[in-house]
């Protein structure tokens, strides 16, 4: 199947190409669709690459339950999330409203 998708794909863009020069939307909207089947074919490979995957290596719910047991035995309890969030605690005034940062050199009394 990838080799026939990559045919059409590559071909896809040959057109493309060669509309390229007289309708431009129509070539655009060539290259989106393209795009979207490789996304769709990649998407779909990886689905079920996942489930290959998944398959050869089975997991019962007891052991995964017995892992999880063994690894949190002795720690803690997670300590629980802030009642509020902290606001960022400002130091004097900000923007145009602050004093310069250095003097500003004396004026030249000639000018």
Known sequence: ???????LLLAMMGVAILLWQVATNLAALLIVAGIVALATWVTAEQ?????????????TESAAAGATQDQSAGLPPPMPPPAFSPLPQ????????????????PR???S
């Open 47 to 59: 689905v079920s690459q996942y489930r290959q995957a998944k398959a050869t290596t089975p997991v």
């Open 90 to 105: 400002r130091r004097g005034m900000t923007g145009g409203a602050a004093p310069p940062a250095v003097a500003p050199p």
């Open 1 to 7: 199947m990838s080799a026939n998708l990559a045919i």
């Open 108 to 110: 030249n009394p000639r």
